[in-house]
DNA sequence: CAAGCATAGTGTGCTTTTGACACTTTGTCG
DNA sequence: CGACAAAGTGTCAAAAGCACACTATGCTTG
């Protein structure tokens, strides 16, 4: 005897972007009710035929216009009371994405679409608020024992926009010097011999992340912790 | 516009149980079908009056007769073709006894019950296998860098019981001194001032693990690194 | 074209942490 | 009372972490 239970399934997305000055994150004013007009983490209901991931990257593209990007599991919210709906649970996922490189293109049921700054969010529909403080955190745990962050940044990069990155997710400044003396260490940034343009004062090395690098000294139990 | 799917969703739970000489996991006979005779992880179908990990904990007291135990989500599971019932979506929950605190019972859907050794399985359903691979991966990967763990031992214990518990989680040999160096320096851990008894041998101080010392600590964001 | 300025880039010394290593103590059992 | 099984204990050397300040470079502007 199986139930058919009335539970329906949902995801939602927590998009990191970064640009200049902060982190942000990506929301959508709903064009739907429950919550019409509200901003709120894209996302949407499952199809029988799509995986749960397909699905958030399914929403994340109609929604927001944002595809491939690094896609990872955060969380399911199972209370029984989170919905207006009705019982609805939700897989969130969060992704981390370099701002500029994703023109946003509001669609499907969102009215318009935007960054907003951790720190100076708008009032959030369901309990998007809540699922967000959870990914802030997750982002804050993972990126101190491995070096993600990196699909934050334009492919080429300086040093020191990465360390404005972890200074961003970390919240807190980190020394110049040792950062560089550890970062260089884990072995997987490539120096491309190049230097920054069009920057007004004393441009900088441009370096890249090496995935193969990555891979190899993953596999070797390397530890990547800042 | 609410498309009503037909994807429903289940609980599994993976257990991990101590006892003297291995980490093993709680695994139940199926006495419904599909897959019915075959072990697999406890768990079942999310009903709609409670919440997720409600349902964990009554599907773990359901067919195993467990309760009142530590339990973590650990991931949910929403490949399309994984249940050959049709569309299910399974969240899974990881939870840490002691072995000996918690008598088995199996009951409801289940036709027996028991505890297996992680290196000496036997064939899984559905994809039980998987889970509970990423569930022994999450297991190792946190209690490096947390506590946990004092759930699968009984309430006061002793370094040596502590050590092995860590040796067998992370599947390597500790140095004793080293060992006892740093778990005493977590200032988490109560000297009980009480020794075994019954001992064949030389008996060891038993401790006791502070909840209020941890949570002190871990305020202050203190770092539990093995 | 010189001075200013904004950011890049670089090394050292001290402190703390880690990790390897072996013997003595205690209590039980036969 | 001797054998045994596990408990308990300290040192030293290497590595890692952390605090710290100046010079280099290249553009801007007066």
New binding site residues.
């Given amino acids: 005897m199986i139930p058919i239970t009335p539970i329906r399934l949902t995801v939602d997305c927590v998009v990191f972007g970064l640009d200049d000055t902060d982190l942000k994150v990506l929301l959508i004013r709903r064009g739907i009710e429950p919550f019409l007009g509200s901003w709120a983490l894209p996302g949407g209901f499952v199809l029988p035929a799509e995986s749960v991931e397909d699905a958030a990257r399914r929403e994340l593209e109609e929604e927001a216009g944002v595809r491939e990007v690094f896609l990872e599991q955060l969380f399911t919210f199972g209370e029984v009371e989170r919905d207006p709906r009705g019982r609805v649970v939700t897989v969130a996922y969060y992704a981390l994405v370099n701002l500029h490189d994703h023109p946003l293109t509001a669609a499907t049921d969102a009215d318009d679409v935007g960054w907003f700054a951790l720190e100076d969010l708008p009032a959030l529909a369901f309990d998007h608020d809540e699922i967000l403080r959870v990914a802030a955190e997750r982002l804050r745990g993972k990126v101190r024992y491995q070096p993600i962050g990196f699909e934050l940044l334009p492919e080429k990069f ?4 990465l360390q404005g990155l972890y200074e961003k997710v970390l919240d807190r400044t980190l ?4 950062f ?3 970062v260089l ?1 884990m072995g997987i940034l490539i120096d491309l011999d190049e ?2 343009q ?8 441009l370096y890249r992340f090496d995935e193969n690098l990555y891979r190899q000294r993953t596999e070797r139990g390397f ?1 990547f ?1 800042l």
Same sequence: chains 1, 2.
Avoid: F, G, P
């Fill in positions: 300086t040093l020191s926009q020394d110049k010097r040792n560089r003396r550890k260490a230097i920054q069009d920057v007004a004062h004393r441009a900088a090395r530890n912790e």
